[in-house]
């Protein structure tokens, strides 16, 4: 492993810290100070599981730490630093939903109606409503189980292809619902492709347009992007590296892609600076009105000891000091994401992996969480170790198990 730096900023001045350093007055509120050390050895973690490199930020308060681990490029030998930008994988599910929900406040959408009302082409189930579709309870299969349920091929089949919305609704239509509408949390991809066609639809303004002038422009996100159908990464990015079934042969350069595959359900490019600014923008009331943030982050448990939620194309995670943080987790070929705020918005952080198809590596990852919001490490990999024999799942594929 190589260490590329730890970055702390205070007050708007950049200095070098050295390896163990946790600079004083980071704290928000109550929450103790975010953990380099830790987040360093998770870092080291997941790269001795297989990621070529990793990334963290933190900015709370007036502080600032950006922390990175490995390689950005393995062909370069390059190192990693925190500002790359990269594939936010299913992140983007929560810019979709910001979108949906301002025009839920300018009142051209409803939550609680059909989603057929609002479609070009009906689904097969009339009871389908806008809400199902954000919460992942309208019961669609996914159809990335069966596009990668051999990982390579899989990609490889559609890495430059250009889909349709219509095209990719239709490849889960043809299966049967995994449950009724509103009876069960489904993580489904198609919920989001469905919600991009929809956007489409209603305001007949493509969704890279809503991204710009909704989102990214009034944020001054100037390292976010929706590019699709290109396949190139612009400035500087981490290169992403592509697991395969058989784990014994070597990773894949998965960098350029259209992500058509995805689209609204996951094309989005982004880095850590961004992502922060956008979730803490989000919890703060900068882009929706307070009626539809508390519909966002009304949550539901999705595991069964209630660490996990879920509310609208948002995720929550219970962390061991008892803090909830809020945002989503990505997954993309070639990169692990996780992107999440307190609920003031004050401490926020994103961590990202430049690999994917690994369960272990994901897991791992997750463990920046604690090392940001409560200022330890859990031992995820431990905890993933325990529960290898069962296999592991994510956001591609949710219904495939890998092992």
């Known amino acids: 492993m190589r260490i590329k730096y730890v970055s702390v900023v205070l007050a708007g001045s950049t200095a070098l810290a050295a390896l163990a350093a946790s600079p004083a007055g980071a704290a928000t509120g109550t929450l103790p100070n975010p953990s380099v050390t830790s987040v360093l050895k ?60 301002q025009l839920v406040d300018e009142g051209r959408v409803d939550l609680d109606a059909s989603a057929n009302s609002y479609l070009p082409k009906a689904l097969p189930d009339d009871r389908i409503t806008v809400r199902h579709l954000l919460s992942h309870r309208s019961g669609l299969w996914d159809y990335t189980n069966d596009m990668f349920y051999y990982t390579l091929p899989g990609f490889e089949s559609v890495r430059n292809k250009v ?22 949390y489904s993580y489904s991809n198609t919920n989001f492709v469905v919600l991009g066609q929809l956007v489409e639809h209603v305001t007949g303004v493509p969704m ?21 159908p290109k396949t190139t990464l612009s400035g500087s990015y981490a290169r992403g590296y592509l697991r ?40 703060s009331g900068e882009l929706l009105p307070q009626a539809q943030l508390q519909e966002m982050m009304s949550m539901v448990p999705v595991n069964a000891d209630g660490t996990q939620s879920y509310g609208l194309g948002l995720r929550g995670r219970k962390l061991s000091c008892g803090v ?80």
């Open 324 to 403: 909830t943080v809020y945002g989503h987790t990505g997954t993309v070929q070639g990169y692990y994401t996780y992107a999440f705020t307190t609920a003031d918005g004050k401490r926020s952080m994103t961590s990202m992996a430049n690999t994917s198809n690994n369960g272990t590596v994901n897991t791992i990852l997750g463990g920046t969480l604690e090392a940001a919001f409560c200022g330890t490490t859990v031992a995820k990999a431990d905890k993933f170790a325990a529960s290898g024999d069962e296999g592991f799942t994510e956001d591609i594929a949710p219904g495939v198990v890998r092992h």
């Open 244 to 283: 395969q079934d058989d784990t014994t042969l070597p990773l894949v350069d998965s960098t350029e892609q259209t992500v058509s595959w995805g689209q609204s359900a996951g094309a989005v490019i982004s880095n850590s600076a961004d992502l922060n600014r956008f979730f803490s923008s989000l919890v």
């Open 42 to 101: 998770v870092q080291k973690q997941a790269i001795s599981a297989g990621a070529p490199g990793a990334l963290t930020r933190i900015d709370t308060g007036n502080s600032s730490y950006r922390i990175s681990s490995g390689q950005a490029d393995t062909a370069a030998r390059t190192a990693m630093d925190a500002d790359r930008r990269f594939r936010v994988g299913s992140v983007s599910k929560s810019f979709t939903t910001v979108v949906l929900m």
């Open 163 to 184: 889909f349709t919305y219509q095209e990719l609704i239709d490849l889960s239509t043809a299966h049967k619902v995994n449950n009724e509408p509103g009876a069960a």
């Open 208 to 228: 890279a347009t809503h991204y710009q002038e909704r989102i990214f422009g009034p944020l001054r996100l100037k390292n976010t992007s929706y590019v699709h």
